[in-house]
């Protein structure tokens, strides 16, 4: 069978899904810190000029070394993965406007989808009995709507929603464009963040006349089991739920061994699928990541084998030789069982309030 539409994609996910564990990629960051690329690297001809420096502007490199980017998304095909994620984690205007760039949101939206599309493709080409998809990722900017950064006017607001609404409105038409399967909104440390998000994708999706699945993964930003914002996972899952996703779960932050626990928590309520992509273990003390492939693989398969999990990958500090070895500890593993969940009023703030029956 071919896969030279995105609707035969977008089908043969569901059914993939159905039948085993999907993987998801490794770090982007991750691998283009291992390139050692220089300033030129990020300038390229186009930005020579520009007034600021550029060096770390990760997503700037999907138009001015695609190549690597390329090389990136391949890698981790071979690697064993079902999922590209797009090189688009700070494409947006609200964290580009630290390098005055925020007039390219769009364009470097759409350059990096196409990049990892041409990836997928070309691994379709050649195994036509494998589908490969494309997951544009939405990053959490560097703003938070419902915290004030000033310990001293806690009403203080860096960002509005409507603010955010846009960028991320922005941000998915160019994902879309450039040909992206899924939408991924990840490492949500504010959940208010998610919903600007989320209400700008479906007014993206109402615009067009069609839908694209989406996934959300939040982020656990201590041993609290909370995220920054203050929610646990399972209010997390209810302040989102509303939206359908065709998966929700976290990633970063914390390693699988301390992951567990929380995303055991989602699969326990959410009824639809979860996925799960952790660092390569705690950051040391130099701010790398040590855990060998072969651990954070040991910790997925745990949790597959315990029903917890329909999609894993790995985030920080993980490479293609974690999701190999994450990829071949999964095979032949069944997907977690979607339960179904009475239905009743579920509240979140915090935490989750339900009203008995």
Known sequence: ??????????DALSTVANQRILVLDGAMGTMIQRLGLEEADYRGDRFADWASDLRGNNDLLSLTRPDAIREIHEAYFAAGADFASTNTFNANRVSLADYGMQGLARELNEAGARIARAAADAWMARDPTRPRFV?????????????????????????????LRFAYGEAAEGLIDGGVDVLLVETVFDTLNAKA??????????????????????????????????????AFWISIQHAAPFAVGLNCALGAEQMRPFIAELARVADTRVLAYPNAGLPNEFGAYDEAPEDTARHL?????????????GCCGTTPEHIRAVAQAVAGLPPRVIPEVPRRLRLSGLERFELAA
């Open 1 to 10: 069978m071919t896969w030279n539409t995105r609707e035969a994609r977008i």
């Open 135 to 163: 997951a544009g990722g939405l990053g959490p900017t560097n703003r938070t709507a419902s915290l004030s950064p000033d310990v001293n006017d806690p009403a203080f607001r860096a960002i509005t929603f409507e603010q």
């Open 197 to 234: 998000a989320l209400f700008a994708i479906a007014e993206v999706f109402e615009a067009r006349g069609n839908r694209l699945p989406v996934l959300v993964s939040g982020t656990i930003t201590d041993l609290s089991g909370r995220n920054l914002s203050g929610q646990t996972p399972e």
């Open 301 to 313: 398969r745990a949790w597959a084998e315990a029903g917890l999990v329909n999609l894993v990958g």
